[in-house]
């Protein structure tokens, strides 16, 4: 993009003097306009002056007077000299990149003054490209040799040196040793108490009734360590958990419902008869009657219901035995 400047002339005079203006000594002929009667012109594009040579003469009956100014264009300008420090110190693998910078006369710039220009290519430049030290080499642990109760894991520790040409070659102990301790190469491991889920017995199989001579009995879970030790659920967690309930036969559990017959319905038509029967819960073997939630597993059923729902005809209600007439005189 294009930019424009401005330039005074520093001279006065009375009468007012003309003012002319001259780039490279030759009358100025580039884009421009003038401002405050000559003293100020601007150049509407600086890139058209690239050797920024200008001055201005003012004349007036008193005489001539010259002055030169010059004019030096600055651009922002991607600066890739500067390079990042190394990836490595030592080995095959170290590469360092150009820092990216905006320069402004060679001083650094926020880096927005340049997102206009397109960025130079950057090209890693290999560094550090030496022989290590020797240092240990250590494996990955194996693993423990049990799950719980105190274990333990090994690995493998060698003394090696990495070349420029990124081969590891085994170097002797002692130059390792001169650089640093040895690492472990065994640990314990699964520290953690065994444990295991333990049941008291199963309690007495009666009750509640779930069917016919089917029943639910019960027991306690608990978590304990090998040697009877109880601790808490939690760390018994991660084992498959034994049931605590489950079906059982008993002879208690052969129930069903006993009923009676209807009795004779309270009235013969109308809206009040009912009629009612016993329901006892019963043993199967012994046919006498027994709690009945023991037989709560089968709806009860009903002791009474409605009869003998309608109309009464002739004004005529029967209750039992006994006539009643209702109704007005004839």
Not at 75 to 84: G, H, I, R, V
Not at 151 to 176: D, F, Y
């Amino acid at each position: 993009p294009s930019c424009s400047c401005f330039l005074g002339c520093a001279v006065d005079g009375h009468p007012t003097p003309n003012i002319t203006w001259f780039y490279s000594g030759e009358p100025l002929s580039l884009q421009h306009r003038l401002l405050a009667l000559g003293r100020i012109v601007q150049i509407l594009n600086v890139s058209d002056a690239p050797d920024g040579e200008f001055s201005c003469l003012a004349q007036n009956e008193a005489g001539s007077l010259a002055q030169k100014t010059s004019l030096a264009i600055q651009e922002y300008q991607w600066s890739a000299d500067k390079l990042m420090t190394c990836s490595a110190s030592c080995g095959h693998k170290g590469v360092q990149l150009p820092q990216l910078r905006c320069l402004l006369d060679g001083a650094e710039v926020n880096i927005s003054h340049c997102k206009e220009k397109p960025k130079p290519a950057l090209q890693p430049i290999a560094c550090n490209r030496r022989d290590c030290p020797s240092r240990w080499m250590v494996t990955s642990w194996s693993p423990c040799t049990r799950s719980c109760g105190g274990g333990i894991q090994m690995r493998r520790v060698t003394c090696q040196r990495l070349t420029a040409k990124g081969s590891s070659v085994p170097t002797s102990n002692e130059a390792c040793a001169q650089v640093s301790k040895r690492p472990v190469d065994t640990q314990n491991c699964n520290r953690q108490p065994c444990v295991e889920w333990a049941a008291s017995s199963w309690g007495q199989c009666n009750g509640p009734c779930i069917g016919p001579r089917l029943a639910v009995q019960h027991r306690q879970i608990f978590c304990q360590t090998k040697d009877g030790t109880s601790v808490s659920l939690d760390q018994c967690s991660a084992l498959p958990r034994p049931l605590s309930t489950q079906n059982c036969w008993t002879d208690i559990c052969g129930v069903h419902w006993r009923v009676s017959l209807w009795t004779v319905c309270t009235a013969t038509c109308g809206n009040y008869g009912f009629q009612s029967r016993r329901v006892d819960c019963v043993h199967v073997r012994t046919n006498k009657p027994v709690l009945e939630h023991h037989c709560s597993w089968r709806p009860r059923p009903a002791n009474w219901q409605r009869c003998n729902i309608k109309p009464c005809e002739n004004g005529t209600l029967l209750r039992g035995e006994e006539t009643a007439r209702c109704g007005g005189r004839k």
